[in-house]
C-alpha cells in the first residue's frame, strides 16, 4: 500500500511539474507574441531554413514541433508563410537578400515547387539569393537551383539518384495472423490500388504502370525545372543519375548542379561583405516566422474590409470534429457555411492537400462548397495531394488550379474491413455463439468470413458511392459521367497530366488562386485581405491530447515487443475501413 502511494505521489508530482512547465512555456509564447511590431534594420538578410518539414499552412499550434519522448523542438513552416515572407520581402528596402540554409528540405514535390515558384518571383528584385549546406537532398538541390550562388560543404553529400517509390504489402503477414480482410472495391477501379496490399504479395502490373507514369512526371519537372536555370540538360541530369555520378559535392558543381564548394567560413565572409557587416556576427537575419508575422498570401499587414478567405483542406477526410492535420467533416462544414453567410468575404479558395478518405465525410463537405458556390466564387487551388476525396472536394470549383507535380485523380471508390474466424477459433481457441432475428443481422462480425452474396450486395453499395464521385466530377468538370469514367477507375495522375485531361484547368499556385479569385469577385482594383480558415484549434487543448497520444503510443509500441508489426499493420488497416474515396497508397518521393 505504501508503495503504491509513493507511486501515486510521485506521478501527481510529475504531472504537476509537467503542467507547470507547460503553463510557464505557453505564458512566455503569449507574452512574446504581444511584443510591439518588429522593426527591420537596414541590410538585412531573409534566412530561410531548408532542413525543416515544410507544410501548406504554417502552425496555428505553438507547440505543434515538441516532441514530448524525444526532447526535441522543429519549428515546421507553411509554405502560405514562406510566399508572404517572399512577397513582401521582395519590395522591402531593407531586405538586401536571401540566405537558404541547408539542403534537406521535406515535404511534398508540389509544395517545393510553390516556394520555388516564390524564389523566382523575388529574384525579379534583383536581391541577391545565396545558399549553403552540408549535405544537400534532390529536393535540395530542386529549390537551390534558384539561388544566384548555392555552395555545399566540399566534404559532404549530394543526392542526385532519381525518383522511387515503395508499396508494404500486409497479405501473407495477415495470413500468418489468421485474419482475412474481405475487399470491396468498385466495379472497374482496378487503379484502386489502396487495398492491393491486403489481396496479394506484390504489385499488381496496373498500380505497377500508373507508379511508373506519376514518377516519370514527377522527375521531369524536376529536371526540367533545373534545366531552366542551370546551364545542365535533362538528358545530361538523367545520365548523372544513372550513374550515381553527381554525389559528391566537386562532381555535382563540375557538372552545374552546384556553383561550387565552400566551408561554411568563407561563406559567413561572402554575407558579411555582400551586405557591408564587420563579421557575420554584425550581420542582421531575420527568420521567416519573424518576418512573416500577421502577413497575408499577397505580403500584406493592411486591414481591409472585404475578404478573401483560403479553407485549408490538409490532411484525412474523416466524419466528425476532426483534430489538426485531418479534414473533420463536422467542423470544415461549420467553417464553409459560415463563410457563405459573411457578406465579408467575397470568394472562396479551398486549398487542398489530403488523399481523401471516408466517402459520407467527402459528401457532407462537398454540400456546403455546392451551396457556397451558388452565392459567391469558389476556386480549388491544389497542393501536394489532391487524390481521392481530394479531388471530389475540387471537382465543384470554378476553376481548379494544380501544380505540374501535384499528385490528383484517383476518382474510385472501395470498402475495406477484416475477420478474425481463424485467428479466434484455431489460434486463440476462442469460439463466438451468435443468436439474430434476421438474415443479415450479423453482417460484418469480426468472428465469421462473408457469404459470396454477402459480399455481392457490399460491393453494390461501394458501386454507389463511385457512381455519386462519377456524377459529381462530371457535374463540375462539365462532363458526361461516362468521360469521367474513361478517367478514373481509381487511376492516379500527376497535375501537369491531369490538366491535359481536363481534370485541372490552370497550372499555378495558391497566389494565382487569389488572383483568379479576386477577378470573380470583382476585386481586381478594390484592397482585400486574404485570410486562413478554419479557425485554429485551442492550442491547449491540442497540445494535451499531442502529450497523451505521444505517451500511448511510445508505450503501446514498446511494450509489444515482437508484436510491434502486427500492431502496425493494424493502425494502418484500421484507418482504412469502412467506404472510402482514398489514394491508393502514402507516396514519399525523393
Known amino acids: 500500500m505504501k508503495t503504491f502511494l509513493k507511486m501515486l505521489a510521485a506521478?501527481?508530482?510529475?504531472?504537476?511539474?509537467?503542467?507547470?512547465v507547460i503553463f510557464v512555456l505557453f505564458a512566455t509564447l503569449v507574452s512574446l507574441g504581444g511584443e510591439a511590431e518588429f522593426k527591420v534594420p537596414p541590410k538585412s538578410v531573409l534566412k530561410v531554413n531548408l532542413d525543416i518539414q515544410i507544410d501548406d499552412r504554417a502552425a496555428q499550434n505553438p507547440f505543434a514541433g515538441l516532441d514530448f519522448i524525444a526532447g526535441n523542438f522543429e519549428k515546421k513552416y507553411g509554405v502560405n508563410e514562406l510566399i508572404a515572407a517572399l512577397k513582401a520581402a521582395k519590395t522591402d528596402d531593407n531586405i538586401e537578400g536571401i540566405y537558404l540554409k541547408g539542403g534537406m528540405p521535406?515535404?511534398?514535390?508540389?509544395?517545393?515547387?510553390?516556394?520555388?515558384?516564390?524564389?523566382?518571383?523575388?529574384?525579379?528584385?534583383?536581391?541577391?539569393?545565396?545558399?549553403?549546406?552540408?549535405?544537400?537532398?534532390?529536393?535540395g538541390l530542386y529549390l537551390g537551383s534558384v539561388a544566384d550562388t548555392f555552395w555545399v560543404n566540399p566534404e559532404g553529400f549530394t543526392e542526385w539518384i532519381g525518383l522511387s517509390s515503395s508499396v508494404t504489402y500486409y497479405h501473407d503477414a495477415l495470413d500468418k495472423l489468421g485474419v482475412k480482410p474481405?475487399?470491396?472495391?468498385?466495379?472497374?477501379?482496378?487503379?484502386?490500388?489502396?487495398?492491393?496490399?491486403?489481396?496479394?504479395?506484390?504489385?499488381?502490373?496496373?498500380?505497377?504502370?500508373?507508379?511508373d507514369t506519376l514518377l516519370h512526371y514527377l522527375w521531369g519537372e524536376y529536371t526540367q525545372s533545373i534545366e531552366e536555370q542551370t546551364s545542365t540538360s535533362q538528358n545530361k541530369l538523367n545520365e548523372l543519375a544513372d550513374n550515381f555520378a553527381a554525389t559528391d559535392p566537386r562532381d555535382a558543381a563540375e557538372a552545374g548542379l552546384l556553383h561550387g564548394t565552400a566551408y561554411q567560413d568563407q561563406i559567413d565572409s561572402l554575407l558579411a561583405a555582400r551586405t557591408e557587416a564587420n563579421g557575420i556576427d554584425q550581420v542582421s537575419f531575420i527568420s521567416v516566422g519573424q518576418y512573416a508575422e500577421g502577413r497575408d498570401i499577397k505580403g500584406q499587414k493592411d486591414y481591409a474590409?472585404?475578404?478573401?478567405?483560403?479553407?485549408?483542406?490538409?490532411?484525412?477526410?474523416?466524419l466528425g470534429e476532426g483534430g489538426q492535420g485531418t479534414i473533420g467533416a463536422q467542423r470544415f462544414a461549420e467553417a464553409i457555411k459560415d463563410l457563405r453567410e459573411d457578406d465579408k468575404v467575397k470568394a472562396v479558395i479551398l486549398r487542398v492537400n489530403s488523399p481523401g478518405g471516408n466517402a459520407l465525410a467527402a459528401e457532407i463537405i462537398w454540400r456546403e462548397l455546392m451551396l457556397t458556390q451558388k452565392e459567391k466564387p469558389v476556386i480549388a487551388s491544389m497542393g501536394g495531394l489532391a487524390a481521392s476525396g481530394g479531388y471530389y472536394l475540387s471537382s465543384l470549383a470554378d476553376t481548379i488550379l494544380a501544380q505540374p507535380n501535384t499528385i490528383t485523380g484517383s476518382i474510385g471508390a472501395f470498402g475495406l474491413f477484416f475477420t478474425a474466424e481463424e485467428l479466434l477459433n484455431e489460434k486463440?481457441?476462442?469460439?463466438?455463439?451468435?443468436?439474430?432475428?434476421?438474415?443479415?443481422?450479423?453482417?460484418?462480425t469480426i468472428d465469421r468470413d462473408i457469404s459470396p452474396q454477402e459480399k455481392k450486395l457490399l460491393i453494390q453499395q461501394v458501386d454507389d458511392v463511385y457512381q455519386t464521385f462519377l456524377q459529381r466530377v462530371a457535374q463540375g468538370r462539365d462532363m458526361t459521367v461516362e468521360e469521367v469514367d474513361s478517367l478514373g477507375g481509381g487511376r492516379v495522375y500527376a497535375g501537369a497530366h491531369a490538366q491535359k485531361l481536363g481534370l485541372v484547368d490552370?497550372?499555378?499556385?495558391?497566389?494565382?488562386?487569389?488572383?483568379?479569385?479576386?477577378?470573380?469577385?470583382?476585386?481586381?482594383?478594390?484592397?482585400?485581405?486574404?485570410?486562413?480558415?478554419p479557425e485554429p484549434i485551442d492550442p491547449i487543448q491540442q497540445l494535451t491530447k499531442q502529450l497523451s497520444n505521444q505517451v500511448k503510443s511510445y508505450y503501446v509500441k514498446d511494450g509489444l515487443g515482437p508484436l510491434r508489426p502486427a500492431y502496425e499493420i493494424y493502425q494502418e488497416a484500421a484507418h482504412m475501413q469502412g467506404y472510402q474515396m482514398r489514394m491508393p497508397y502514402h507516396l514519399s518521393v525523393d
Open 106 to 139: 521535406i515535404g511534398q514535390p508540389a509544395t517545393f515547387r510553390e516556394l520555388r515558384q516564390a524564389l523566382l518571383d523575388f529574384k525579379e528584385s534583383g536581391k541577391f539569393i545565396y545558399g549553403y549546406a552540408n549535405v544537400m537532398s534532390q529536393s
Open 506 to 533: 490552370l497550372i499555378g499556385g495558391l497566389p494565382q488562386a487569389v488572383s483568379i479569385a479576386a477577378t470573380k469577385a470583382g476585386l481586381d482594383s478594390a484592397a482585400y485581405r486574404v485570410t486562413a480558415y
Open 182 to 211: 474481405v475487399v470491396l472495391r468498385a466495379t472497374g477501379n482496378k487503379f484502386k490500388s489502396a487495398v492491393e496490399p491486403y489481396l496479394t504479395n506484390k504489385m499488381t502490373e496496373a498500380n505497377r504502370t500508373q507508379l
Open 305 to 318: 474590409e472585404k475578404e478573401i478567405a483560403v479553407v485549408y483542406a490538409e490532411g484525412g477526410i474523416q
Open 11 to 20: 506521478s501527481l508530482l510529475g504531472g504537476a511539474i509537467l503542467l507547470f
Open 428 to 444: 486463440l481457441g476462442i469460439n463466438i455463439e451468435t443468436v439474430k432475428t434476421n438474415t443479415y443481422a450479423d453482417l460484418g
